[in-house]
């Protein structure tokens, strides 16, 4: 198993997740990000998201970390 330290004052990369939203059968989120790294093409942008989507990577993330290589 795999552990990082993550220094939580380092505003390096800020990610606000907020403005729940209900529609029909679906839960919408706005997800905001603040960065001051090269990587980004901005500083600053917000998308929104469904919920559904953050079960995709919560599996994909617990799937890539049990995979071997």
Request: net charge negative; no cysteine.
């Amino acid at each position: 198993m795999r552990s990082d330290t993550i220094d939580l004052a380092d505003q390096s990369l800020v990610v606000d997740i907020s403005d729940a939203l209900s529609e029909r059968d679906k839960v919408k989120f706005t997800v905001h990000t603040k960065t001051t790294l090269s990587d980004f093409q901005k500083p600053e942008f917000s998308v929104l998201r469904q919920h559904e989507e953050f079960i995709w990577l919560h599996d994909a993330w617990r799937r890539a970390r049990t995979t071997p290589g």
